[in-house]
Nanobody, 122 residues
């Protein structure tokens, strides 16, 4: 059974940083792409970042490019998201999930975990 546990969220002021971590069990993070998605208060999930399972290359959503950085540690089987210069619009519950690409967009490929909440105040 595959499970993902997200951690590292919190409450910060605009301009501050947080580092999220996704610990995966039951499947290797190198097997396929793993992404981070943000669930906004209105409950919609939006794509944040993904790291390729093939070569480890990252892809970012437009709103976070240049501020966020995704990485993975195959030995620990984790995928991290370093978030710098956080803004109020980054607020939400962040979930990690395996991801698949279709029509030049990234979609989650598995059930959602509990996520970790990020709140950014101005």
């Amino acid at each position: 059974q595959v499970s993902r546990v997200e951690s590292g969220g919190g409450q910060v002021q605009a301009g501050e940083s947080l580092k999220l971590s996704c610990a995966v069990s039951g499947r290797s993070v190198g097997d396929s792409a793993v992404g981070w998605f943000r669930q906004a208060p209105e409950n919609r999930h939006s794509f944040v970042a993904v790291i390729s399972g093939v070569d480890g290359s990252p892809t970012y959503g437009v709103s976070v490019k240049g501020r966020f950085s995704i990485s993975r540690d195959s030995a620990k089987n984790t995928v991290d998201l370093q978030m710098n210069n956080l803004q109020p619009e980054d607020t939400g519950v962040y979930h990690c999930n395996f991801a698949r690409r279709a029509n030049n967009r990234w979609f989650p490929d598995g059930q959602w975990g509990r996520g970790t909440r990020v709140t950014v105040s101005s």
